[in-house]
T-cell receptor, first 110, second 114 residues
């Protein structure tokens, strides 16, 4: 079963704007990770946030985690055409690998 | 550093035929996963290995799917006989034993069952 659920399912914005994606999950977690997947390619790890962290930055990426609401958000600032991809959140709740959501398909229009 | 290698990249087979996918993880990575990703969905874990032992195969359809990692390095995933609903990308991923926060994925093997 898929624990994480991303919202929205699809997002289209203009280049230069900020993109925000949300993820909700159901059970307690050790950490939450965000991945990017370009069309026809494998998954690329973007950022990990641990359950005791509330916010983390990496370049143009900002991730927040609210364990009380079991939710996370991924913000991409100053979007670029190359950011067009699907973005997945994945939760690490046990030693049994990651559980992925269905993803948000992001389109950056030039 | 070489990434996770998978082959073949693309495969088209008829239903009821068999297919095998191969994965070579990053050198030294003790943990290896196979995920199934159906178009429009997120990846779903099929099986997890630690060295040559199975940690979790609870979501592997064992009547038709099998996987092995005999020497604790590369792994094969087999489907026999294939069904139409097996059309998906099969992703292999690996990480160091204690570094579950850094998981590397291969490019995937795309299977179409017709």
């Amino acid at each position: 079963s898929q624990q994480g659920e991303e919202d929205p399912q699809a997002l289209s914005i203009q280049e230069g704007e900020n993109a925000t994606m949300n993820c909700s999950y159901k059970t307690s977690i050790n950490n939450l990770q965000w991945y990017r997947q370009n069309s026809g390619r494998g998954l690329v790890h973007l950022i990990l946030i641990r359950s005791n962290e509330r916010e983390k930055h990496s370049g143009r990426l900002r991730v927040t985690l609210d364990t009380s609401k079991k939710s996370s958000s991924l913000l991409i600032t100053a979007s670029r055409a190359a950011d067009t991809a699907s973005y997945f959140c994945a939760t690490d709740a046990s030693a049994d690998g990651l559980t992925f959501g269905k993803g948000t398909h992001l389109i950056i229009q030039p | 550093e070489a990434g996770v290698a998978q082959s073949p990249r693309y495969k088209i087979i008829e239903k009821r035929q068999s297919v095998a996918f191969w994965c070579n993880p990053i050198s030294g990575h003790a943990t290896l996963y196979w995920y199934q990703q159906i178009l429009g969905q997120g990846p779903k874990l099929l099986i997890q290995f630690q060295n040559n032992g199975v940690v979790d195969d609870s979501q592997l359809p064992k009547d038709r799917f099998s996987a092995e990692r005999l020497k604790g390095v590369d792994s094969t995933l087999k489907i026999q006989p294939a069904k139409l609903e097996d059309s998906a990308v099969y992703l292999c991923a690996s990480h160091e034993l204690v570094r579950v926060d850094t998981i590397y994925f291969g490019e995937g093997s795309w299977l179409t069952v017709v």
